[in-house]
């Protein structure tokens, strides 16, 4: 099993998740965070640290979110890791409002 970034990310790219993570699986682009299923070891750090709720364990995603294991597998793959926290993306209290959290 991993942890997945799913789209509740994508317009927020809180970064708290990246603060909390032992081995440094997550990467970075102009929209969001993606975790590296091969680094990932499964400690489950990040899913509370994430304050849009947008970090799940695969295998608890539903069939129309499963999408995301592939997504975070190729843009991990494609994209920088990030060691550090950064701010939000503009607008991102308002996407989290929007989320209801």
């Known amino acids: 099993m991993t ?3 799913t789209d509740q990310c994508t317009g927020c790219r809180y970064t708290e998740c ?7 699986c997550f990467h970075l682009d102009d929209e969001m965070t993606y975790i590296d299923p091969e680094n990932c070891i499964d400690c489950g750090g990040c ?3 994430c304050p849009v709720g947008a970090i799940q364990p695969a295998y608890l995603l539903p069939p129309e979110q ?3 294991i592939e997504i975070n597998r190729r843009r991990a793959a494609e994209t920088p890791v ?3 926290r ?3 993306l503009p607008g991102a209290d308002q996407r989290k409002m929007a989320l209801g959290r």
Do not use: H
Not at 18 to 24: A, D, I, M, R, S
């Open 18 to 24: 990246v603060t909390v993570c032992p081995v440094e």
């Open 82 to 84: 990030i060691t550090s």
């Open 66 to 68: 499963q999408k995301w």
């Open 86 to 88: 950064l701010a939000p």
């Open 47 to 49: 899913v509370p640290a």
């Open 3 to 5: 942890y997945v970034v």
